[in-house]
Structure formats: C-alpha cells, structure tokens
C-alpha cells in the first residue's frame, strides 16, 4: 500500500475482554515495529519484527500483551483481559531493513480505550 | 539504556516568527542517529529531520535545521519563518546505529507541543 494502514481507527472495550490491533506496514519493508503512546506520554516502544520473527519483544508490558507477524506483511498486537491503564494509541511503523539512514514510515495508530 | 529528555512541554511562538525546541539525550553509544518528528492532531508521524552522530555539520530541512552539540548530548530544533500548519506536538528521537546498519528502536523524548498563532 502506499502507507502504513491500521485498522481499526479507534476501538472501546470493556475491562476484561481480549482486543486485536493489525497493522498492514509498507509493501517490501521487512522491519515493523509498534510503540505506545500514553495519554501526556512519548513513544513507548513495545516490539520489533525482522520478516516474521521478533528479535526484540522487550517493551512488552505483561504477559498479557503478545503480537505475531505473518507472511513477513500484516502484523497483530494482541491484548488479553484489558485493564484500564491498556488505554492509549497504539502506534505501528515500517521500514527498509539494511538501509543506512532507514527512516521509519509511521501507521495513524489506534486510539484503544477501555472502559 | 538511551534517554531522551525534553524540558519544554509547550511553546507557542507567532507566524513568521524562529522558535527553537530543545532536546537532551543520554547514551554511552558512539554511533547513533537522531530524529524529530512531528505529529499533528491527525497522528500521523512525520519525520522532519534526521542528525548522523559522525557528522559535524547541522543537518537542515528547508525552514528546519538543528544545532547538534554531540559533547553536551544536545539536539535542539529551529523552525524559521514558522507556519500555521507548523502546529503539532514534536518529539526528538533516539536511535542506535549498530555494525553500519540502523536497527530501528526509536527512542522518544516526552514531546513539546508547538502552537504557532496568527
């Protein structure tokens, strides 16, 4: 696509339930990434994927939180039995694996809000 | 671990007008990359200007340019002749540079928001 497209847009849930958050990152970027960015807050990264595996899932908060990658293309953030503090946007960007000077192409993020 | 620190949590400053953001960082790394971005109320992420470390010279944008203090870990931002749609909140970024490839984990500042009025 010619951006990077996240779906859905906003999303309000009640305490407790499961969500899912996709990403669809630029066609040929092999590098996705999703940050979170509280309410007053900068980015907070969350987890790093090269083509399909996650080198890095150290921004995780809890174990509640997970996120898969298939097809080295659309990526899902998953989280379990939201809490309230889950609240923010969820932010997702992509870019050229490899390149110097890699500049990342950002998503309009999901504004999550648990209710 | 990197931090990036922003002191300024809002500016304001007339159209027309210069206004420099400041951003200080902390990192024992001796190559990395440093960005700003801008986010306006639609959130969408645009990168303004990037800063190699192993570069001297201040990188410029148009009416964007940096003054990169590498010893004093300092990356502060000016926006000359400044537009409406300059409004936005911007954030100063962290990134490794690791074996002459970047990796790409962006660390941010906390953002300053920038109203630019008429």
């Known amino acids: 696509g010619a951006g990077v497209s996240q779906s859905p847009s906003n999303k309000v849930t009640e305490k407790g339930k499961d969500v899912e958050l996709r990403c669809d990152p630029i066609?040929?970027?092999?590098?996705l990434y999703w940050y979170r960015q509280s309410l007053g807050q900068g980015l907070e990264f969350l987890i790093y994927f090269q083509g399909n595996s996650a080198p890095d899932k150290s921004g995780l908060p809890s174990d509640r939180f997970s996120a898969e990658r298939t097809g080295g293309s659309v990526s899902t953030l998953t989280i379990q039995r939201t809490q309230q503090e889950d609240s923010a946007v969820y932010l997702c960007?992509?870019?050229?694996?490899?390149?110097?000077?890699?500049?990342?192409?950002f998503g309009q993020g999901t504004r999550l809000t648990v209710v | 671990a990197q931090t990036v620190t922003q002191s300024q949590p809002e500016m304001s400053v007339q159209e027309a007008e210069t206004v420099t953001l400041s951003c200080t960082y902390d990192?024992?790394?001796?190559?990395?990359?440093l960005f700003w971005y801008k986010q306006p109320p639609s959130r969408q992420m645009i990168l303004v200007i990037r800063q190699e470390a192993y570069k001297q010279q201040n990188a410029t944008e148009n009416r964007f340019s940096v003054n990169f203090q590498k010893a004093a870990k300092s990356f502060s931002l000016k926006i000359s002749d400044s537009q409406l749609g300059d409004t936005a909140m911007y954030f100063c970024a962290f990134m490794k540079s690791a074996g002459g490839t970047s990796y790409g984990k962006l660390t941010f500042g906390q953002g300053t928001i920038l109203t630019v009025h008429p």
């Open positions: 066609s040929g970027h092999t590098a």
């Open positions: 990192t024992s790394e001796s190559n990395y990359y």
């Open positions: 960007a992509s870019s050229v694996w490899g390149r110097l000077n890699t500049e990342a192409f």
